[in-house]
């Protein structure tokens, strides 16, 4: 959609009169192109500032800090997005938070985060909790504070897409950054301030993600895909698996049409969202890639480090 012709302040899903409509870098609807390039991301459990701020140059797309199931306390997650922005401008900066509990969604927006991944989704219901949650009025319920958001240090552009054209949103690559940041092969000025913005310009710069990992879930999939304001279907794979009595490697290799999997990514295609999961390993990665998704974990810090260390002391042989 052209920037123009956007509603005011709507968010990446939300159209003039409250109508579903893609969102920048998204997957394109099945009549509208091939879907979003890979944007591959690395998960981050350990809650330590000086590792996130050590594996933010890394050259992954994006960066999620996770506080369900990781080490990130209040003040580990915002340490650690301000050391993201701090090293790696263009990095888009994520947080899974604990629930759909409105105070720690906001909570993680106005530490800055670029978007929320919200886990525990059962209905198209709590999903558009987790939508009001996450925007200000009139299209959220978002409490607001003095700074409306956290500022963001951004690199200038060497050259600034329009916004119907960044690769922020899931689902998209990293030739350009989010809100103007200088793409992460270009030249980089120093970092300056945004400054606070409006409530309007966080509506429309925030990205939510709703988590698909239950029976629950898949029987609303399209109704929860449909739902305005969500950005992406985000799989939980491990989860998803143990819920519906299998593994893994099974889901993955089910095609069939009625396959979790595949009517995930037919279901964001249609609404024009984001498919995205978790993979954890580039092999699992690779697999999600191949099966359609565009928003993709590859690998958590834990694995980054030991990977790292042992090629290097393979490297002393």
Same mark, same amino acid.
């Given at each position: 959609?052209p920037a123009?012709?956007?509603a005011?302040g709507?968010?990446?899903?939300v159209? *003039?009169?409250?109508t579903?409509? &893609?969102?920048?870098g998204?997957? *394109?609807r099945p009549?509208?192109?091939p879907p ?5 991301g690395?998960w981050s459990?350990l809650g330590?500032?000086?590792t996130?701020a050590a594996?933010?140059?890394s ?5 999620c800090l ?7 306390d209040d !003040?580990a ?6 050391? %993201? @922005? ?6 888009q ?5 604990r629930?759909?509990?409105p105070?720690?969604?906001g ?12 886990? =525990?989704v059962?209905s198209a219901a ?9 925007y200000?009025?009139? =299209?959220? !319920?978002r409490s607001?504070g003095?700074?409306l958001?956290?500022p963001?240090?951004?690199a200038?552009?060497?050259q ?7 690769v922020g949103a899931?689902?998209?690559?990293a030739?350009a950054?989010?809100?103007?940041a200088a ?8 970092p300056?301030?945004t400054?606070?913005r409006t409530?309007?310009e ?13 029976p629950q879930a898949l ?6 895909a449909?739902t305005?304001?969500v950005?992406c279907?985000f %799989?939980? &794979?491990?989860?998803l ?5 299998t @593994?893994?490697p099974?889901?993955?290799a089910?095609e069939? $049409?009625a396959s979790?999997?595949?009517r995930?990514?037919a279901?964001?295609r249609a609404t024009? %969202?984001a498919?995205?999961a978790?993979?954890?390993d580039?092999?699992t ?5 191949a099966?359609?998704f ?8 834990t694995?980054?480090? $030991?990977?790292g260390?042992? @090629?290097?002391r393979a490297?002393?042989?």
């Open positions: 959609m123009e012709t956007a005011e709507a968010p990446a899903g159209g *003039a009169e409250g579903a409509r &893609p969102a920048a998204s997957p *394109a009549d509208a192109g979003a390039a890979l944007s591959v690395l459990m330590e500032t000086r996130v594996l933010a140059g050259g992954f797309d994006w960066l996770d506080a369900q199931h990781g080490h990130y !003040a997650m915002r340490s650690g997005l301000d050391a %993201v @922005t701090a090293v790696s401008p263009a990095t900066r994520w947080v899974r938070v629930s759909a509990d105070g720690l969604i909570r993680a927006l106005d530490a800055g985060a670029d978007g929320v991944i919200v886990p =525990l059962d709590q999903a558009a909790a987790a939508v009001r949650a996450s200000y009025p009139p =299209l959220g !319920a607001t003095p700074t958001s956290a963001r240090a951004v200038a552009p060497a600034t897409a329009a916004p119907a054209e960044r899931p689902g998209a690559g030739a950054a989010p809100d103007g793409a992460r092969d270009g030249d980089r000025a120093a300056a301030y400054g606070p409530p309007g966080v509506n429309a710069s925030v990205r939510l993600a709703i988590m698909i990992e239950t029987e609303e999939l399209e109704a929860i449909s305005p304001g950005s279907l %799989v939980g &794979p491990f989860d698996a143990l819920s519906l009595g @593994t893994v099974a889901l993955l089910d069939s $049409a979790p999997l595949t995930v990514v279901a964001a024009g %969202v498919a995205g978790f993979g954890g580039p092999a990665a690779r697999a999600l890639a099966r359609g565009t928003f993709v974990a590859a690998a958590t810090d694995a980054a480090l $030991a990977a260390a042992t @090629t290097l490297a002393l042989d």
